[in-house]
């Protein structure tokens, strides 16, 4: 049994955690007379606004006034969808000399609400800047808009044999520009790295309205601070990116994957090790689904993978890909390592299974992305991605578990359901904690700061990859000094010093 004090420090025990409502009386809402100039900037259909004069109806406004998970709620009374660089910019100038907040939006598939307007801001959605400006099949590298969807660029490129180098399961609906100022991560980030290698520039509308035109297609350049990283990550607060300039690795010519039943949680470690080892450079994905996140994709129609017997009493599982350049050779190390898996004297795994033809290779993947569409489904999650030592994966989920158990708000009639899955490969678990009948303070009190403690205490981050945003603005200082967090205030300053751009989030 896990014992919940050997995660907690006093040190953070005693740090004050606080949850500050922001008020923005810095800012002006949006009037008829800035819809009347907005209306000289865009064309008619591209304002949307609950004020008289434009009188857009509830529901086509709602959508971008609330999250993906629907915890985040805003309050826009207006919403702007410019269709060019040069529209943002104009937008943007007018915002600061008026002092109206903005908030950029993207696909709004956010998970810590940052694309959600706090107070009174106007949300700026760039979904109508969806053009691909240029692809070089040579090089690889791609030149578009902000507002493209991820899925649409991977299939503007398939032809040329490219990829994107990034694939999250909010493909179809998440834009690159999003993508960006989350520094999204994903299932690709064990093969071809973070959005910081792969992003080559980047044309932002910073908070002034100036255009910072960094679209360059170089793959080397050193000349002077590198501003663009500043943005990649940025979550909106820094600017609006517009443009981006990303460099697309070729096709693998062969792609695989494995599915692995484990006995107990302490065989993903030299699992790993064993896979990296045997299958080397092939090696493009190690996902990571704890017992309670299969049975829940089960439930809602992902797999079978394998058989009840196969699994039997398995506490987790494992999802390998490969992607390589000879589907033979890559079949071979697959069908070695399994076998090596299957016959070793001390076996890692209870059983496995390898794809057999694309629609096998896509369902076990649909197993592993479609986990977030399932969570939602089962009540409202309260999603915590955290970076901890792989080693601890299972015990901060445990650890969770035990914390509601002892506080009785375990059970149909609050936390149904406390589960990990995640990029093991990256070191980034995703503990989801499912609330049955909804939200409601005294559950997230009990994990707040609870989870948030357990993490600094492992010396892990408060976001692997979904950012800050509002849900986690409080809890920065979990992860980053208070050194840190004056730079980050400082250089918000020297971008924003109004704090019109997506005030609120991200810093405390
Ligand atoms: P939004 O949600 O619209 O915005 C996110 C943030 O970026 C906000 O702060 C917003 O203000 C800002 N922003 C958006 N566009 C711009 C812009 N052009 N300029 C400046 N700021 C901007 N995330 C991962 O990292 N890895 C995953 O594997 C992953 N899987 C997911 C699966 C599902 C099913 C869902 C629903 C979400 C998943 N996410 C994942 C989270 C989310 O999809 C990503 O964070 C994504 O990058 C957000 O893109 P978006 O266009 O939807 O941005
Ligand atoms: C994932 O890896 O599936 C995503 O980051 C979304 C989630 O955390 O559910
Ligand atoms: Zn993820």
Known sequence: MLRLHSFIRPAFRSRRWVHNTPTFSHLNSVNEEDLAHFSSILAPTSILSTLPSISTPADDIAPYNVDWMGKYHGQANSVLRPRTTQQVSEIVKYCAQRKIGIVPQG?????????????????????????????DPVSGILVADAGCILQSLSEY?????????????????CQIGGNISTNAGG??????GSLHGTVLGLEVVLPDGTILDQLTTLRKDNTGYDLKQLFIGGEGTLGIVTGVSILTPPAPQATNNIFLALPRFD??????????????????????????????????????????????????FVLVETSGGNQDHDLEKLNNLLENLMTADEPLINTGVLSQSPTQFNSIWALREGLTECVQKEGKPYKYDVSVPLADFQKVVDAVRERMISKGLYGDHAISKVMGYGHVGDGNLHLNVI???????????ALEPFIYEIVADRKGSVSAEHGIGSMKRD?????????????????????DPLNIMNPGKVLP
């Open 107 to 135: 696909g709004n598939t956010g998970l810590v609400g940052g694309g959600i307007s706090l107070q009174k801001e106007i949300v700026l959605s760039l979904g109508a800047m969806n053009n691909v400006r240029s692809f």
């Open 157 to 173: 490129i398939a032809p040329h044999n490219h990829i994107m180098p990034l694939d999250l399961g909010a493909k179809g609906s």
């Open 187 to 192: 299932l690709r980030l064990l093969r071809y």
């Open 267 to 316: 065989n993903v470690l030299p699992l790993f090790q064993t896979v990296k080892r045997q299958l080397g450079e092939i090696m493009s994905a190690f996902e990571y689904i704890d017992r309670t996140a299969y049975d829940m994709g089960l439930q809602h129609g992902l797999g079978p993978l394998l058989s009840a017997d196969e699994v039997g009493d398995s506490q987790c």
């Open 435 to 445: 609330a049955k009948h909804g939200y409601r303070p005294e559950l997230e009190a």
């Open 475 to 495: 809890a920065l200082h979990y992860s980053k000094s208070d050194v840190s967090i004056d730079c980050m205030k400082k250089i918000k300053q020297v971008f």
